[in-house]
């Protein structure tokens, strides 16, 4: 499954960035992520529906990139969240993830989902910054 959402979000790169890499705010946006625990080199994440995944995370401070690299769980692959310019900053969320195979029968059905919920959090970021 890949796919990338996007929104333009008005305020300073850094303030977002803050935002973006803290890995305990993320259930807070992302609502498919019910908590994150970090365990050693590792995060441990409970999702919103029944399973739990592994995950490393990458900050590149540099080029404002965070990647999660889910290594275990229900899913594979990787979610990539970049911020780009400045006046608006775009906020840009890349999904490259393999289902397990349990879950393959429903993969259209769940793109949507995962689609939809990548809008709502990039929107529930926005609001924050913007409200």
Known sequence: MEFQKEIDVNSSKKDIWELVKDYKKIPEFWHGTRSIEKEGNYYMVQFAFPGKGKMELESNEDNFT????YIKGPFTGEKITRLEGDNPVKI???????????LRAFSKKLQGHFEQGTEDALKRIKDYFES
């Open 66 to 69: 965070l990647n999660e690299k």
């Open 92 to 102: 840009v969320s890349y999904w490259n993830i393999k289902l397990s195979p349990m």
